[in-house]
């Protein structure tokens, strides 16, 4: 869990997708599916 929040955060503050998955050593989907996942149950639209 801590992997995902780490790349939910560092993609608010303007990391891309392929660099967050390079640093935590992921894949770029799985940090695409995390940050859409973590995103909307966080701050869900009005």
Do not use: D, F, H
């Not at 995902?4 to 770029?28: D, E, F, H, R, W």
């Amino acid at each position: 869990m801590e992997k995902k929040l780490t790349a939910l955060t560092l993609y608010a503050s303007g990391l891309s997708i392929n660099k967050i998955a390079c640093l935590l050593k992921v894949s770029p989907p799985a940090v695409l599916r995390w940050t859409r996942k973590l995103g909307s149950s966080l701050c869900p639209k009005p």
